[in-house]
């Protein structure tokens, strides 16, 4: 499983970022880009019981308030750039990778829920459940 792997190597800095974009073309470094930058993109918490799909993934590491934190983007295959900071959406979207491969060979869209979960020490965090 590369669930772990990816998110103690962007922690620890051993990678500056993990993507299932292909950087070798253009094409994929323009992309790239896009997904590095901080325009317009939409935030995961504002989409709470909606479902989604993907089709590329982009994860680095960031500093929030003196803490630091994995930032996923996740792209649509209509071209909309979700991201969060939560390690739930982090870990969902790997493990959708782990269990599926990379998104832009998936046969045919997965769709998950995005879910809010409060845990027993009354903290909130975000996930992606599959959908049925």
Do not use: H
């Not at 792997?5 to 790239?32: A, C, N, P, R, V």
């Not at 901080?38 to 989604?52: A, C, E, F, T, V």
Request: glycine share 6%.
């Amino acid at each position: 499983m590369i669930n772990n792997k990816i998110i103690d190597s962007l922690m620890k800095g051993d990678q500056d970022f993990f993507t299932t974009l292909d950087t070798s073309t253009e094409e994929g470094k323009k992309q790239l880009s896009v997904f590095s930058s901080n325009k317009s993109y939409k935030k995961i918490s504002d989409y709470i019981g909606k479902q989604i799909t993907f089709n590329a993934v982009y994860m680095k590491k960031i500093e929030i308030k003196g803490s630091v934190a994995i930032q996923t983007a996740i792209q649509t295959p209509n071209g909309e750039i979700f991201k969060s900071t939560s390690e739930g959406i982090a870990k969902s979207v790997l493990v959708a990778i782990d269990c599926f491969g990379y998104p832009d060979k998936w046969e045919e869209e997965i769709w998950f829920e995005i879910r809010e979960v409060n845990t027993r020490q009354n903290r909130n965090y975000f996930k992606l459940q599959l959908v049925d």
